[in-house]
C-alpha cells in the first residue's frame, strides 16, 4: 500500500520537476522517482557498519554553535540567501571540482563574499543535504565525529557523502546501518531527540533496536516518536514542527477547515504536557500558515533563523513569531519559487558544526526554591581536547532587570562546575545564566546568547514547593496495532492512577466519528475501536485525560478495499 502511494507522489513530482537555478540540472525531487520505485533493493547497499563511538557522545542541537552552512551545487536555492549567508558565515559548497568555475561565476555576479566560501568537493545525486547530510556527535574528549546511515533513497552518492566528508576533513565516522532521514530528526542537544515514526516504518517496525542504535551511536536515551499528524507525502518532522531550544518548540497551525487541523491541534496539545530536557514544560509557540506555506522548515545558525517566505499574507505574522519565541535572534526571510510546504529551506541547507565547539550542558533547577537557603547551580562545560578552559562564571539576579552578580563556578572533578546563589528571601524572582570561555577565544552561555535571550528562573517561596492542584495522570500509549487495519483497532493505554479517560476518533476533515469516555483503573488498559459505517481513509485518534493528550494517526482499509 505504501508503495503504491508513493509511486502517485512521484509521478506527481516528475510532471512539475524542479530545474537548478543555474539551469544545468533537472532536481531529483524530495521524495522518490518513478525509476527509484524499481530500485528500492539498492537503499544502502553501501553502508558499512562500523563500532558506535565512545559512550558519553553527544549529538548537538541545530541551535548549537556552527561555524558553516552547506548548500549543494547545482543550487536549489535563492543566491539572496547565498549572499546573506556568505556575510555571516562560511558557505560551503558540495560540488565537483570541475563546477567550480560555475559556482564562481554564479556567486561573483551575484554579489556573494567570496571570501567566505570553500568546497567540499565530492558527487552527490541530489540537493536534499538535509537529508544525507552528517550529523554532527561531540565526543566525550571534545572532539568531532560524524555519524552515517542508510538514507532511505536508493542514492549511493548521497548516502556516501558523510564518509567522503570525514574522510577530506580527517573527522571519525560512525556508520550505523539504521535507515534515516535528516528531515525526520530534531535534536535537543541533552539526550532527547524527536522523529515521526517513519523512522519505525522504515526499519521494519523494529522499533527496540531503533531505539538501541539512536542511543549507541548518538547518545539518544530518550528518542520521542509520534504519528505525522500531516496528510502529507513525506511524514517528515520538519514540514510541521522545529526545535527551537531545549525547551521550545514551534508547531504549524492552519485553519479549521484545513485537513490536518484536528492532529496538529492534538500534536500541540500534547506537548504542552509533556516534559523537555530542560524538565519543564515544554513552551509550545505556533505559526500559522494556510497550509501552503511551510515556515517550520527554517534552518537555525546560531543567532540568526533564515525562514522561508512565500509571498503569503502569513510571512510577517511568521517572522513576529519567531522573533517572540527567539528574542535576541535576527530572523531573515527569503522567497523562493520552488518552496513547497513540505520542502523549503531547511532540506536544503544544513549546519556546519564547530570543530573546536566549547560544550555546556545544564538541567535548570525546580521552577520553586525554598527561601533563605542557597541554591547550587551545577553544570557540565567541556572544551576541545587542544583548547583550555578559562573561565566558568555563574550570573545572577533577583527579580527581571538590573545588573547581575558573578560567581565563578568551582570544578567538582572531571567536567563538572557548581556554584552557589545565596538564599534569597520568599516571593523572590531569581534568574540566572552559565558563561564560560576557552583559549581560543570561544565564548559561550546557557541559554545560548543570554543575558540578551533568555535566562533561567526560579521562584522562592517558605517551603520551597508551589501549592497543590489537581493531579494530571501520566499516560503511556502503545501505537495504535494493527496499522493499517481492516476491522478493529486497539491502543494499550498504561496510567499511573485511576482516572476518566476519553478515545476520541476524527475523520480527515475533523469530523468527531466515535468516542469512548470512563473511568479506568490504573495499570495497563485497552481501549479498541471498531468502525462501523465509516468509509476507508485516515482517521486521527485522541486518547486523553484533563489537560493531557496524545495523537495517533491511523488507516482503516474496509475490507474488500485493498
Not at 521494519?204 to 548518538?218: A, H, K
Not at 494556510?290 to 517550520?296: A, F, K, L, M, R
Not at 570561544?442 to 517551603?463: C, G, I, K, M, V
Not at 500509549?477 to 494499550?492: G, Y
Amino acid at each position: 500500500m505504501k508503495l503504491i502511494a508513493v509511486s502517485i507522489l512521484a509521478i506527481t513530482t516528475l510532471a512539475f520537476a524542479e530545474v537548478s537555478l543555474c539551469g544545468t540540472e533537472e532536481l531529483l525531487p524530495i521524495g522518490f522517482t518513478e525509476k527509484e520505485l524499481l530500485r528500492l533493493d539498492e537503499i544502502g547497499w553501501n553502508t558499512i557498519s562500523t563500532t558506535p563511538p565512545p559512550a558519553g557522545t553527544v549529538n548537538p542541537g541545530e541551535f548549537a554553535p556552527a561555524t558553516g552552512i552547506f548548500v549543494r551545487w547545482p543550487l536549489g536555492l535563492p543566491l539572496d540567501l547565498i549572499v546573506s549567508i556568505s556575510n555571516s558565515t562560511t558557505v560551503w559548497v558540495i560540488c565537483e571540482s570541475y563546477q567550480q568555475s560555475s559556482v564562481e561565476n554564479t556567486f561573483n555576479s551575484a554579489g556573494v563574499n567570496m571570501d567566505n566560501v570553500d568546497y567540499v568537493f565530492a558527487p552527490t545525486n541530489s540537493i536534499w543535504i538535509r537529508d544525507y547530510g552528517p550529523w554532527f556527535v561531540l565526543l566525550p574528549d571534545g572532539s568531532q565525529g560524524i555519524f552515517n546511515y542508510t538514507y532511505n533513497r536508493p542514492r549511493p552518492d548521497d548516502n556516501n557523502f558523510p564518509v567522503a566528508l570525514g574522510t577530506d576533513w580527517g573527522i571519525a565516522v560512525y556508520t550505523s546501518t539504521i535507515e534515516q532521514t535528516g528531515g525526520n530528526y530534531m535534536s535537543s542537544g541533552m539526550g532527547t531527540a524527536m522523529s515521526t515514526d517513519l523512522v519505525y516504518e522504515e526499519n521494519g517496525w523494529n522499533e527496540d533496536w531503533v531505539d538501541s542504535q539512536m542511543e549507541l551511536y548518538l547518545g539518544i536515551d530518550n528518542y520521542f516518536t509520534m504519528a505525522d499528524p500531516q496528510s502529507s507525502y513525506i511524514d517528515h518532522i520538519d514540514c510541521w514542527g522545529k526545535l527551537l531550544s531545549p525547551g521550545k518548540i514551534l508547531i504549524l497551525k492552519v485553519p479549521p477547515s484545513h485537513e490536518d487541523y484536528v492532529a496538529l491541534e492534538a500534536m500541540a496539545d500534547m506537548f504542552e504536557t509533556q516534559m523537555s530536557p530542560n524538565d519543564r514544560y515544554w513552551e509550545v509557540y505556533r505559526v500559522e500558515s494556510s497550509g501552503d506555506e511551510g515556515y517550520t522548515n527554517s534552518l537555525i545558525y546560531n543567532d540568526i533563523v533564515f525562514m522561508p517566505t512565500f509571498n503569503s499574507d502569513y510571512d510577517s505574522p511568521a517572522a513576529l513569531v519567531y522573533e517572540e519565541a527567539l528574542p535576541g535572534y535576527t530572523v531573515e526571510g527569503f522567497y523562493y519559487y520552488d518552496w513547497q510546504p513540505t520542502d523549503a529551506l531547511h532540506c536544503r541547507a544544513r549546519d556546519v558544526m564547530d570543530r573546536e565547539m566549547l560544550y555546556l550542558y545544564h538541567i535548570p533547577i525546580d521552577s520553586m526554591q525554598t527561601a533563605n537557603l542557597p541554591v547550587t547551580i551545577e553544570a557540565e562545560i567541556r572544551c576541545h581536547p587542544d583548547n583550555l578552559l578559562t573561565s566558568r562564571k555563574l550570573f545572577y539576579r533577583t527579580e527581571t532587570s538590573g545588573p547581575f552578580t558573578e560567581v565563578t563556578m568551582s570544578s567538582g572533578g572531571g567536567d563538572v562546575y557548581t556554584a552557589d546563589i545565596p538564599g534569597i528571601s520568599a516571593g523572590n524572582t531569581v534568574q540566572y545564566y552559565i558563561d564560560a570561555s576557552d583559549n581560543s577565544g570561544r565564548n559561550e552561555q546557557l541559554p545560548r546568547f543570554a543575558p540578551s535571550s533568555w535566562t533561567y528562573d526560579y521562584e522562592t517561596s517558605s517551603t520551597g514547593m508551589e501549592e497543590e492542584g489537581e493531579l494530571t495522570p501520566v499516560i503511556i500509549l502503545t501505537p495504535p496495532a494493527p496499522n493499517p487495519f481492516s476491522s478493529a483497532m486497539s491502543i494499550r493505554v498504561s496510567i499511573d492512577t485511576g482516572a476518566n479517560i476519553y478515545m476520541d476518533v476524527f475523520d480527515i476533515a475533523g469530523r468527531l466519528v466515535h468516542t469512548i469516555n470512563g473511568i479506568l483503573d490504573s495499570g495497563l488498559n485497552e481501549l479498541v475501536w471498531i468502525p462501523e459505517d465509516e468509509p476507508s481513509g485516515i482517521y486521527i485518534v485522541v486518547i486523553g485525560s484533563g489537560n493531557n493528550t496524545v495523537a495517533h494517526r491511523v488507516t482503516y482499509m474496509r475490507d474488500g478495499t485493498r
